[in-house]
């Protein structure tokens, strides 16, 4: 019987993950003062029969709703999943330097650009499914990872402040007479990195500069929050307009707060670029690793991801439109959003244009 430890570091979820392991667990936490981290040594005494069939995600998806993918997909297949999660930079130095040692299988994250900087290290290996081709367009893949479900980088303004027809391009926000009326989260995101990468790969590098330049000269304030924030912000008069990611919006468009719903009576929501190059949107995606302990059962699962009914979850539970565009949508708020024109650079594109796009904003100051 062979100890094991794992070391968890996670700031999201400081609970042990890997809990799936039986036996005799010690625990031991630790908080670091200086970088708020939270420590935790699982030592286990296992036990678990080698033949367990089991499957170790590193998600740095963090929604309630995505419980039921894991819980269903244990239901159907008898893999025992287990979990660390934690933030996106955080996993991938994680499985870094966890080396060929490493029981990652799968890696999950909300960007293109950050399954990009796993796939440039060296951390994927071809993903090889003809359920996987079949079932996702070739725009949301790449060779070693897959977009499961979209989301819009779509604009949202106060009705009372300004008028439908002055936001109907991304470019609109950067035009003078928004001055001051502009709120939006940090140009170091990646939710705005990714809209950058788009415009640089439609517009080119000097134009999507510019166009941030503009942006920066019509911010209300200093960026600062979530895309949440920014609604709210723009719903209680504190700036005209922001661009905002589809599924926040969704979110408070299926609330029962009052609060909420007055934030939405007070929203109006332009689909950008509509005659061009479409709305962009970025995705939500996984790879499987390429030192993955667990290869056939990665592949069990991110097929299982392409399937109707967890295509459903990635819809009705989060607000996110799946990338099989045949699945059936209940969520009302996706419905009362409509239809739009999606952009459709392949993913992989956007995600090689994140580095220049974040040299271009910092050179605009978007910080
Ligand atoms: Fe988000």
Same mark, same amino acid.
């Given at each position: 019987?062979?100890?094991?430890?794992?070391?968890?570091?996670?700031?999201?979820?400081?609970?042990?993950?890997?809990?799936?392991?039986?036996?005799?667990?010690?625990?031991?936490?630790?908080?670091?003062?200086?970088?708020?981290?939270?420590?935790?040594?699982?030592?286990?005494?296992?036990? %678990?029969?080698?033949?367990?069939?089991?499957? !170790?995600?590193?998600? #740095?998806?963090?929604? @309630? +709703?995505?419980?039921? *993918?894991? &819980?269903?997909?244990?239901?159907?297949?008898?893999?025992?999943?287990?979990?660390?999660?934690?933030?996106?930079?955080?996993?991938?130095?994680?499985?870094?330097?966890?080396?060929?040692?490493?029981?990652?299988?799968?890696?999950?994250?909300?960007?293109?650009?950050?399954?990009?900087?796993?796939?440039?290290?060296?951390?994927?290996?071809?993903?090889?499914?003809?359920?996987?081709?079949?079932?996702?367009?070739?725009?949301?893949?790449?060779?070693?990872?897959?977009?499961?479900?979209?989301? %819009?980088?779509?604009?949202?303004?106060?009705? !009372?402040?300004?008028? #439908?027809?002055?936001? @109907? +391009?991304?470019?609109? *926000?950067? &035009?003078?007479?928004?001055?001051?009326?502009?709120?939006?989260?940090?140009?170091?995101?990646?939710?705005?990195?990714?809209?950058?990468?788009?415009?640089?790969?439609?517009?080119?590098?000097?134009?999507?500069?510019?166009?941030?330049?503009?942006?920066?000269?019509?911010?209300?304030?200093?960026?600062?929050?979530?895309?949440?924030?920014?609604?709210?912000?723009?719903?209680?008069?504190?700036?005209?307009?922001?661009?905002?990611?589809?599924?926040?919006?969704?979110?408070?468009?299926?609330?029962?707060?009052?609060?909420?719903?007055?934030?939405?009576?007070?929203?109006?929501?332009?689909?950008?670029?509509?005659?061009?190059?479409?709305?962009?949107?970025?995705?939500?995606?996984?790879?499987?690793?390429?030192?993955?302990?667990?290869?056939?059962?990665?592949?069990?699962?991110?097929?299982?991801?392409?399937?109707?009914?967890?295509?459903?979850?990635?819809?009705?539970?989060?607000?996110?439109?799946?990338?099989?565009?045949?699945?059936?949508?209940?969520?009302?708020?996706?419905?009362?959003?409509?239809?739009?024109?999606?952009?459709?650079?392949?993913?992989?594109?956007?995600?090689?244009?994140?580095?220049?796009?974040?040299?271009?904003?910092?050179?605009?100051?978007?910080?």
């Amino acid at each position: 019987m062979i100890p094991v430890i794992f070391a968890v570091m996670s700031r999201v979820n400081p609970r042990p993950l890997f809990n799936g392991h039986q036996g005799n667990c010690h625990m031991a936490r630790l908080t670091s003062r200086v970088a708020a981290l939270t420590l935790i040594a699982l030592a286990c005494q296992g036990t %678990a029969h080698a033949a367990d069939a089991v499957l !170790n995600i590193y998600p #740095a998806r963090h929604y @309630q +709703t995505d419980e039921a *993918l894991y &819980n269903d997909f244990t239901k159907q297949t008898g893999i025992k999943i287990n979990r660390l999660d934690g933030k996106e930079d955080e996993l991938l130095e994680r499985i870094k330097n966890e080396g060929a040692n490493s029981p990652a299988d799968i890696l999950i994250t909300v960007d293109a650009a950050r399954l990009e900087i796993a796939d440039s290290l060296g951390l994927f290996q071809p993903i090889q499914s003809k359920v996987l081709n079949a079932r996702i367009p070739a725009h949301l893949r790449t060779p070693t990872w897959v977009a499961f479900s979209t989301r %819009a980088r779509v604009i949202a303004y106060n009705k !009372n402040a300004v008028k #439908a027809e002055w936001v @109907q +391009t991304y470019a609109d *926000l950067a &035009n003078p007479r928004l001055k001051d009326q502009v709120c939006v989260r940090s140009g170091s995101h990646p939710y705005n990195l990714s809209l950058g990468a788009a415009m640089i790969a439609h517009e080119g590098e000097a134009k999507t500069e510019n166009w941030a330049r503009g942006l920066v000269a019509n911010f209300a304030r200093a960026p600062k929050g979530g895309d949440t924030d920014q609604l709210k912000a723009v719903a209680a008069g504190e700036c005209g307009v922001t661009i905002s990611n589809s599924y926040y919006l969704a979110r408070l468009m299926r609330s029962t707060k009052p609060e909420d719903r007055k934030v939405v009576e007070s929203l109006g929501v332009a689909w950008p670029n509509q005659k061009s190059w479409g709305t962009h949107i970025n995705i939500s995606g996984a790879g499987i690793i390429k030192t993955a302990p667990n290869r056939d059962a990665a592949i069990k699962f991110l097929e299982y991801l392409s399937s109707d009914k967890a295509q459903a979850y990635f819809a009705d539970g989060n607000n996110e439109w799946p990338a099989v565009s045949a699945v059936k949508i209940d969520n009302p708020a996706l419905k009362a959003l409509g239809t739009f024109k999606p952009d459709t650079l392949p993913v992989g594109d956007l995600a090689r244009n994140a580095a220049k796009a974040q040299k271009a904003f910092d050179r605009a100051g978007w910080r």
